[in-house]
């Protein structure tokens, strides 16, 4: 069982940074691609990025392209979400989620192939 602990969530205004953190228990860190999901009040939860084991592959939504960059340290187990130019619409609960290594060794992953997903961290942008 892998646990995923986020933190680095909070309030800030349109156009600031934040980094997200998510720290897990597994030894084996670096048998999973990482990815980060979220969800706002009355919508699906979305893909946001995702990472590959080995930090070399990544994969963006559009939405975030060029904002937001993930990052990974697989000696601290511990992938990181570095968010800038926010924007009001990127509120939302941040999670971050956990998926075996795919043999495709494509990063992206769905919210229904994760395997091991966080509490979740509260991000509000303010216009």
């Known amino acids: 069982q892998v646990q995923l602990v986020e933190s680095g969530g909070g309030l800030v205004q349109a156009g600031g940074s934040l980094r997200l953190s998510c720290a897990a228990s597994?030894?084996?860190?670096?048998?999973?691609?990482m990815g980060w999901f979220r969800q706002a009040p009355g919508k699906e939860r979305e893909f946001v990025v995702a990472?590959?084991?080995?930090?070399?592959?990544?994969s963006y939504a559009n939405s975030v392209k060029g904002r937001f960059t993930i990052s990974r340290d697989n000696a601290k187990s511990t992938v990181f979400l570095q968010m800038n130019s926010l924007k009001p619409d990127d509120t939302a609960v941040y999670y971050c989620?956990?998926?075996?290594?795919?043999?495709?060794?494509?990063?992206?992953?769905?919210?229904?192939?994760?395997?091991?997903w966080g509490q979740g961290t509260q991000v509000t942008v303010s216009s």
């Open positions: 597994e030894r084996t860190f670096s048998s999973y691609d």
């Open positions: 990472i590959s084991w080995s930090g070399g592959r990544t």
């Open positions: 989620a956990a998926r075996r290594i795919s043999s495709s060794g494509n990063p992206y992953f769905s919210k229904d192939e994760a395997d091991y």
